[in-house]
């Protein structure tokens, strides 16, 4: 069974930045893929951005935040960064991280982020 801790969110002005982490319990080497998806309200979840350690550390973006949002991972902590510039209203939504440990999926509770306009 694999925890995640989340922590970062909050309520910041259109411009502004926040950084998301996620920190993963287990053995890192069973780690296949971190990243953080996001659900708005009365809109599906979807993804933000993945990293897939298997594949090499590649990274992979959703159009919307393509330039602004940055993903990261440091192997020795086992956490994984969002880091997100240039915030948007539309941005607002409550991000959950995501891991693939061992080929199963595990998700974190959730963070709320809200962008002010």
């Known amino acids: 069974q694999v925890q995640l801790v989340e922590s970062g969110g909050g309520l910041v002005q259109a411009g502004g930045s926040l950084r998301l982490s996620c920190a993963a319990s287990?053995?890192?080497?069973?780690?296949?893929?971190m990243g953080w998806y996001r659900q708005a309200p009365g809109k599906q979840r979807e993804l933000v951005a993945t990293i897939i350690i298997s594949s090499g550390g590649s990274t992979n973006y959703a159009d919307s935040v393509k330039g602004r949002f940055t993903i990261s991972r440091d192997n020795a902590k086992n956490t994984v960064y969002l880091q997100m510039n240039s915030l948007k209203p539309e941005d607002t939504a409550v991000y959950y991280c995501y891991v693939n440990h061992d080929w199963k999926d595990y998700w974190g509770q959730g963070t709320q982020v809200t962008v002010s306009s």
């Open positions: 287990g053995s890192s080497r069973r780690i296949n893929a």
